[in-house]
């Protein structure tokens, strides 16, 4: 890590090897911790864990109230992490997220003055109300897990995670994400209605104030960066990355999609399918995560045909009917 990573508060993080059971040990507490506060979702929670595991970003989105931010809180406070909530709103500029420079006459220089970005888990809540300059913004942080400002590029983490909340683009005073913006989620997750019975847990223990406000921290950053780097370790056969290939093929050639998924896009299918073993305590993957990942990280990178033309933007019915269509392999 370099001095000026140091300096914005960052510490240098070693990855320390530790045996699989004790990771697997952490990050059951880590779901079971979420899941003290986020009633009903294990799937979601399940989905959270794979995006930090893989290093990628997570975009979670419904209509207003149906837990999204709590979610992300939950996530964060679980880690013992530098945490940043960053409101987006149709005002915010680019140098509200990244810092800006400020000048101090009596030392004659100018000294930059960190955003909320230089944190390792940052909330980006409802990032659809901010306008499309700001939002390009994250793009570099997202990518390069770093900023440039003023000429000068500071890194950022690690671990590094966005999690950002976005209402359907239906409701009035949003702006939809741009393509390349939403190519760096890896995930995009819906969250959905709790049924009843969580619905009344959530009521019961709402009574004195947030949960989520006295939920402990279960995990460190040399932990993250521990689990991190097992995922990277976990085994995948030759006839599961070409059943990965061939998925990515098929969304190219759907005669629905305008656009297919990319390159980026497999890179990212590999990634989380890695994790999602490691989240279900295997080092091997199998055709099954793949085809549960399918829809969570392909679907928003997917541009349909119908849209262009006034009709629906979502492309999931395709990434299913893709998946019925294909071989799994034995």
Avoid at 61 to 71: R, W
Wanted: hydrophobic share 40%; glycine share 6%.
């Amino acid at each position: 890590m370099t001095d000026t990573a140091t300096a914005l508060g960052h510490t240098p993080l070693l990855t320390n090897h530790r045996p699989p059971q004790d990771l697997a040990r952490l990050l059951r507490t880590l779901r079971e911790n979420i899941g003290r506060v986020f009633f009903g979702k294990p799937e979601v929670i399940r989905l959270a864990v794979v995006a930090l595991l893989a290093e990628g970003h997570l975009l979670l989105e419904d209509a207003p109230g149906m837990g999204k931010t709590l979610l992300a809180k939950a996530l964060a406070r679980s880690l013992s992490c530098s945490f940043n909530r960053i409101q987006f709103t149709p005002d915010l500029l680019p140098g509200d997220l990244l810092g800006v420079s400020v000048y101090h006459e009596s030392t004659n220089i100018f000294e930059f003055q960190p955003g909320p970005l230089f944190a390792q888990v940052v909330l980006a809540d409802e990032i659809n109300r901010a306008t499309p300059r700001t939002q390009s913004a994250l793009l570099e942080a997202m990518s390069e897990r770093q900023i440039t400002a003023d000429g000068v590029t500071r890194p950022l983490g690690p671990p590094f995670l966005v999690v950002a909340t976005q209402n359907p683009q239906e409701f009035e005073g949003t702006y939809a994400l741009p393509e390349s913006q939403l190519d760096r989620f890896l995930l995009r997750v819906r969250v959905g209605y709790p049924d009843r019975e969580a619905e009344k847990m959530i009521l019961s223990t709402h009574r004195d104030g947030e949960p989520v406000d006295h939920l402990d921290a279960v995990l460190s950053p040399t932990d993250i960066l521990s689990l991190q780097n097992h995922v990277r370790h976990v085994r995948v056969e030759e006839t599961v990355s070409d059943y990965l290939l061939d998925l990515i093929h098929a969304t190219r050639e759907h005669p629905e999609i305008q656009l297919g998924a990319s390159t980026r896009a497999a890179l990212g299918l590999y990634r989380a399918a890695q994790a999602l073993a490691v989240v279900n305590e295997r080092d091997y993957v199998v055709p099954d995560d793949i085809k549960n990942l399918a829809e969570p990280v392909l679907a928003h990178r997917l541009a349909t045909r119908s849209w262009g033309q006034g009709g629906s933007a979502d492309a999931r019915p395709y990434v299913r009917e893709v998946l019925a269509q294909l071989t799994v392999p034995g």
